[in-house]
């Protein structure tokens, strides 16, 4: 059963950065397309960024030339780089982790980490 652990979350002043990283365990990490979601405060979940297995990426306008998301195959693990944060970010950032496989399309989310920006 794959896991998929955030760490990296805190307080931070506008217009500084901070990294997010999401573990994987319990199954291949190749082959998953991974993403970060995030959800503020009373809204809807929306996507972040999104890296596929080839290493192509998808980002959401609002952080184009802000974040960054990467993906290191060999020790399991994706990274987002957030850099000029913006009160605006304020959310729960969740991880995800999708894939076919021969059951059909699988997702595996993280319990996320709060990321709060101060103004």
């Known amino acids: 059963q794959v896991q998929l652990v955030e760490s990296g979350g805190g307080l931070v002043q506008a217009g500084g950065s901070l990294r997010l990283s999401c573990a994987a365990s319990?199954?291949?990490?190749?082959?998953?397309?991974m993403g970060w979601y995030r959800q503020p405060p009373g809204k809807q979940r929306e996507l972040v960024a999104r890296i596929s297995d080839d290493g192509s990426t998808r980002y959401d306008d609002s952080v184009k030339g802000r974040f960054t998301i990467s993906r290191d195959n060999a020790k399991n693990t994706v990274y987002l780089q957030m850099n000029t944060l913006e009160p605006e970010d304020t959310a729960v950032y969740y991880c995800k982790a999708d894939w076919y496989s021969i059951y059909g399309y699988r997702e595996v989310w993280g319990q996320g980490t709060l990321v709060t920006v101060s103004s």
């Open positions: 319990g199954g291949a990490f190749s082959g998953k397309s």
